[in-house]
């Protein structure tokens, strides 16, 4: 009996404890970077009403938990240290506390998107020699976590070693790599990305119910949209996909293709699931965890909605996470989609040698036009989105999964160092600022001419095109004057657009400054 009641008060005795234990989020672990000289949030678990204590690099902090257990306790900004420290969290009443080791202070940097964000280093190293001599050393400052989703725990910081880093992402580790070269401080790298899914699995599904603008996007689309036609092609689709199963089995082979899905109506996602459910399992775990901005690559897959298109689905998702973070309009890095097919390369420039090479310009001018819209589409996402800009990339390689993920990374961080950290750097080749006609010549103005306008690979500049007002393009004699480039053809009497790079391939492009920066595509005419 003795025994029993032991251990019946032993069970008592756990089931308080657990109670009173306190709990931390699992994003924070051994080994993680908290971001410096910015507020920093740790959250978790208590009794209700219990006072939580944290002591962090000479602070001590307090809060309560709410009726829920629920608390969350801010630090003090804190410089860039390389130390490796102790964070301890402890509850009133809990002879336990939780104590976090090997933790810095620097700046933490969100990776996301589709497969070029997901793609391992460890797929690439061998066939970019690059990478793989970051492979050939540990980074003790760099921290890696990745992931967030399907572990009860969740993610678990690491140390860029050479094993964690193969398992890392090879976009994000060479963006991180190179800002801890540049700023000397230590970088934590979150990643959560999976291949082939469309922005609308990444928006916060609360974003998405709360827009306007997506409610006013589908409405539109809806009045021109025949569902009726949609349901009657999908009919014989399915048809034709059952008389081929159906033949496949009689002759004993395998039936090859997928059954077709029937047509979605305006709203509802075409792929990639529910609307916001990769960014629920993958970024929601990270969400309120401070970090210094996102790197985003993902574009391929589109918006994964029907009647929403990927400028405003990215619009959205970009306002989302920064309202969902609540730190304000953090930096939003996002690169240049879609890959493959870019303009022409800087040769002795190690981040483009995989790029596409230089190419006479096509006799056919049907290449010019909407095409070329869902590359253009970033350029207008960062024109139109505070604090985001674009990675340049079309110079980078000639396939969807291009090799060379450390120019990617270094082009990223290239981008990174200039905006967000006000360094001097030319990060940019040449952008469209403004056009005028003088009679049958349009003369284009840019920005971001760094030392001055040059044709790459060739003594003709090229890629240019106008149009009158019939609309019709017609490739365009291109000559450098200053910081101009001045338009003619002798098919257009009267311009009235123009429009540069504006293909889905354009390796004949080839207007870059003089620091080797491919000018960014443009159209005159509004899209």
Not at 449 to 476: E, N, P, R, T
Request: net charge neutral; proline share 6%; hydrophobic share 40%.
């Amino acid at each position: 009996m003795l025994s029993r009641f032991a251990l019946l008060c032993a069970v008592c005795l756990c089931f308080a404890h657990s109670l009173l234990a306190v709990e931390v989020a699992p994003i924070f672990s051994d080994h993680m970077v908290l971001q410096r000289e910015a507020p920093v949030s740790i959250w978790g678990q208590a009794a209700a009403g219990a006072t939580v204590t944290i002591e962090f690099a000479g602070q001590t902090t307090t809060g309560k938990a709410d009726a829920n257990g629920t608390w969350k306790i801010s630090l003090q900004p804190l410089p860039a240290s390389v130390e490796s420290r102790e964070l301890s969290v402890r509850a009133e009443n809990d002879p336990e506390q939780v104590t976090f080791k090997d933790v810095l202070v620097g700046d933490v940097w969100v990776g996301s998107g589709q497969s070029n964000m997901a793609g391992t280093v460890s797929s690439y190293a061998a066939r970019d020699e690059t990478l793989d001599a970051l492979l050939q050393k540990s980074y003790p400052s760099i921290r890696l976590a990745r992931g967030l989703a399907g572990r009860a725990n969740g993610p678990r910081w690491q140390v860029a070693t050479p094993e964690a880093a193969r398992a890392f992402s090879a976009l994000l580790f060479p963006f991180g790599e190179r800002l801890h070269r540049e700023l000397n401080v230590p970088i934590g790298l979150i990643v959560g990305a999976v291949g082939g899914t469309p922005s609308g699995s990444w928006i916060p599904p609360q974003t998405f119910t709360d827009s306007q603008l997506c409610r006013e996007s589908i409405a539109e689309f809806a009045k021109t949209y025949d569902h009726d036609a949609a349901e009657k092609r999908y009919r014989e689709a399915l048809k034709a996909w059952e008389a081929a199963v159906a033949a496949a089995k009689a002759a004993g082979e395998k039936p090859r293709g997928r059954q077709p899905a029937p047509p979605a109506k305006p709203g509802e996602m075409t792929r990639g699931g529910a609307i916001g459910g990769l960014y629920e399992r993958h970024i929601g775990p990270a969400v309120g965890y401070r970090i210094r901005g996102v790197l985003w690559d993902q574009g391929e897959a589109g918006s994964g909605m029907l009647g929403v298109d990927q400028l405003t689905m990215m619009s959205e998702l970009i306002r989302g996470w920064r309202e969902q973070w609540g730190q304000g309009e953090f930096p939003f890095l996002f690169v240049q989609k879609p890959s493959g097919g870019g303009c022409a390369y800087a040769g002795d420039d190690a981040i483009t040698r995989n790029a596409s090479k230089f190419s006479p310009l096509p006799i056919n001018p049907s290449f010019i036009g909407a095409p070329s819209l869902s590359r253009y589409l970033y350029v207008r996402l960062m024109q139109t989105q505070p604090h985001a800009w674009m990675v340049p990339c079309s110079d980078l390689g000639g396939t969807i999964h291009p090799l060379n993920k450390w120019g990617y990374g270094n082009r990223a961080a290239e981008v990174a160092l200039s905006r967000v950290y006000r360094q001097k750097l030319q990060a940019y080749g040449p952008t469209y600022r403004g056009h005028k006609i003088d009679g049958d010549k349009v003369i284009v103005e840019f920005n971001e001419i760094g030392s001055g306008l040059v044709a790459a690979h060739s003594d003709k500049l090229q890629g240019f095109a106008i149009a009158g007002a019939d609309g019709v393009w017609h490739w365009a004699d291109a000559t450098i004057q200053g910081d101009t480039v001045v338009l003619h053809s002798d098919k257009v009497a009267k311009p009235k657009h123009a429009c540069y790079a504006f293909a889905q391939q354009i390796p004949w492009a080839n207007l870059f400054n003089k620091e080797g920066k491919h000018a960014l595509c443009f159209t005159t005419v509004a899209p």
